[in-house]
């Protein structure tokens, strides 16, 4: 539910004489987009750019982001994105094919690393 309302969280614990860990509490804060960022996205869209979000916080905070910056709410985490090759590091073959569609539906991306 915070995550829902763009809260985060940290659980915070520490281990008692047994090594078992024993939750001492949660820190919740808050970290709103920049007071410029709703304008300069509704500026770049005016000139023609689709805006997309790429970040790499929780689902939930992307789409509580996206919807404070009226960014659209098609909001995707990076399971549906493309890797690169482990060994040889090259992009997917028929990578616009396959991925697409995707991207340009898609207002952004979360739980990107």
Known sequence: RLGEKGIRSLAVAKTDENGVFKMMGLLTFLDPPRPDTKQTIFDAQNYGVAVKMITGDHLLI???????????????????????????????????RDYGDLCLVADGFAQVF
């Open 62 to 96: 992307a789409k509580n982001t996206a919807e404070q910056l009226e960014m659209g709410n098609h909001v995707f985490n990076s399971d549906n994105l493309p890797m690169l090759d482990m060994e040889t590091k090259k992009k997917p073959d028929n990578l616009s």
